[in-house]
Every structure is written in C-alpha cells, then in structure tokens.
C-alpha cells in the first residue's frame, strides 16, 4: 500500500517535473515528494481513525491494561506494534500523537516510537539476506529492548513533564477519561456515529494544522542530505574496528536521513568493503532513528528536556549495540 506513495513521486518528479532517476537532485525530489505526501496521509489518516476508535471503543479498558496493571506488557506491546509496522521515524509521529491523546503513558508510546524506525518486516528480510538468520534475530531483538528499556527509562524519570502544552493536555484529558471511567463504568457516554466524526475531524484537522509546516521543514533538510552518504570516507577512516569508531559513526548519521528499507543498500556496501558489522549498524540505526529531520518534528511534541534525554538515550543505546555487535561478530 505504501508502495502508492512512491509510483506518485515517481510520477510527478520523473514524468511532470522530467528530472533524471540518474541525477542526486531527482533522488532528492523523488524521496521529499514520497515522504511528504506519505506522512500527510498517515498524519489525517491515522490520527481521525485513532480518535474514531476513541470515541467508538471502549479504549480506557486497554489503556487501564497497559498503564496500570501490565505496565511491562505495555511496554513489551509497544515495542512489537513498532516493530510490524511498516513506518519511518517521522511517519511514527501521527501515531505518537494519537497514542498520547489516548492517554497511553509515554513510556508506552516512546517504546513504539524508538523500535518503528529501526524494523520493519522488509527491513528484516533483507537484512536476513544480508548477514543471515542468527544476525537478523539478534538485532530484532536488541532493537526492540532499546525502545523497551528506553520506555522504562522514560517513564521512571517521568518524561511526560518535558511534552510541549498541548501534548501534556492530550495526555491529562485522555487519562482523566480513564479514571471518570473506572468512577462510572454503569454510565458510559455513547457518541452518535455524526459526533464520532466530527469529533476525529476535529482532532485530525487540529493536529495536522500544528505540524504540517514542520513535516516540509523536516522531510526537506532529509531529502537535501538524502543520497549524500560518504561511503568511501567511512570506511577508509572508521574501517579497523578502533573502539572509538562505533560512537564516530554514530554522531555521523545524526545529519543523515533515511527509513530502515532504504539504508540496507548503504549497510551492505559499508560491509562489503570492510567496515565492521557493529559500526556498520550503529551508523545506520543513527541514521535511521536519530537524525536532524526527525527531531526537528518531535520538537513539535516535546520541550527540549525531553528531546536531549531522548537524544543521548539513543546515542548511548546505538553505541552500545555497535561494540555489541563488533564483539560478538567472530562467535556468529
């Protein structure tokens, strides 16, 4: 389905617009037209159904389940649900923004947030094809306790305070709907299916009108840099496995930009021509998970305390599974 998205860009950047496939601004035409339209689609799409849900489903039943009783199945719940779904960091933020006005704890939301970007089932398979079975399972797995121990991380330092105004209100009236809930379960309020709709209309439409701007802003600085990787120069200065070229290639991806279906290709020629598995892949994870587009639209959502804690937490976390990997590479 999301291949839509890119036959569009394909269109209107190689056939209305008559740029070459072959040229780097094509590429970076191509690749800001597909994200945009894509992240503007799941920004209605997913936050109107999302609000649908709120106000058609008995939502606080599973939002009591995940924020109080099985908080550690929460977090283990959100970092799965990242893990299958099929977006990059920034088409992550409709849902963010939708789990956080459904009252979910941001821990919750955060573990769906920092594993969505680092798998997907396309990223897995050829990464599967790449470095075989035994990598690929350890890397879904260390990938999904990231976002799990970032989650907790989060929530134990009480991450919710450092959200931007409106966020925090979202989160404040969806967890207030929950204990009005848990108050008057006799007496729950049922919405006419007009009402459901005008009230996710509304939402949709509130939401996209803050971040919209944002979106361009961020998806242009990525499409600018897009396509712009120094292969050569990586591995000619990152190539002999010194400990400090796991945390250099992690704060060289940080102005990069890509999803984790894209940066496979650079994974694979930064591997064939001798980079370290480890350093290999905690240059893409920063690249794919913390990169300049991506936080300049979570700035949106969250104050600055908020998107340096998160910042540093993956930082720490991609460095660590870099000398992981260079670690445990002759064992494999």
Not at 120 to 145: C, D, H, P, Q, R
Request: charged share 15%; hydrophobic share 55%.
């Amino acid at each position: 389905m999301l291949g839509i998205f890119s036959d569009f860009a394909s269109w209107f950047t190689y056939t209305i617009l008559e740029l070459s496939a072959e040229t780097k601004l094509g590429d970076a035409v191509h690749f800001f037209i597909e994200d945009v339209s894509k992240i503007f689609v799941l920004l209605l799409v997913m936050i109107y159904v999302i609000a649908l849900m709120r106000a058609s489903l008995n939502v606080e039943t599973v939002r009591d389940y995940l924020a109080r009783k099985h908080r550690g199945v929460g977090y283990l719940m959100g970092s799965s649900f990242g893990a299958i779904t099929p977006f990059c960091s920034c088409s992550s933020i409709p849902i963010f923004l939708g789990f956080t006005s459904a009252g979910i704890p941001v821990g919750i939301t955060m573990a769906f947030l920092i594993t969505s970007p680092l798998i997907n089932e396309v990223a897995v398979l050829l990464l599967m094809s790449l470095l075989g079975w035994k990598f690929t399972v350890l890397y879904v797995v260390i990938g999904m306790s990231v976002g799990i121990l970032g989650g907790l991380f989060l929530d134990a330092i009480k991450a919710e305070r450092w959200l931007q105004s409106f966020a925090a209100k979202a989160l404040e009236k969806g967890q207030a709907q929950t204990n009005e809930s848990t108050k008057d379960v006799a007496k729950p309020k049922k919405l006419s299916i007009k009402e459901r709709h005008q009230f996710a209309k509304t939402e949709s439409f509130e939401i996209f009108g803050r971040v919209w701007k944002w979106v361009i802003i961020g998806v242009g600085l990525g499409a600018a840099l897009h396509g712009f990787v120094p292969d050569g120069w990586i591995q000619e200065h990152l190539g002999d496995g010194q400990w400090w070229s796991v945390p250099a290639a992690v704060l060289l991806g940080i102005p990069l930009y890509s999803n984790a279906t894209g940066v496979i290709p650079v994974m694979e020629s930064l591997i064939v021509n001798g980079l370290p598995i480890g350093t290999t892949l905690a240059f893409c994870m920063s690249t794919v998970a913390a990169s300049f587009p991506e936080f300049i639209l979570l700035k949106q959502v969250m104050q600055w305390k908020l998107l340096a804690t998160l910042f540093a937490l993956l930082l720490v976390a991609f460095t660590l599974v870099g000398w992981l990997f260079n670690f445990f590479t002759p064992f494999l």
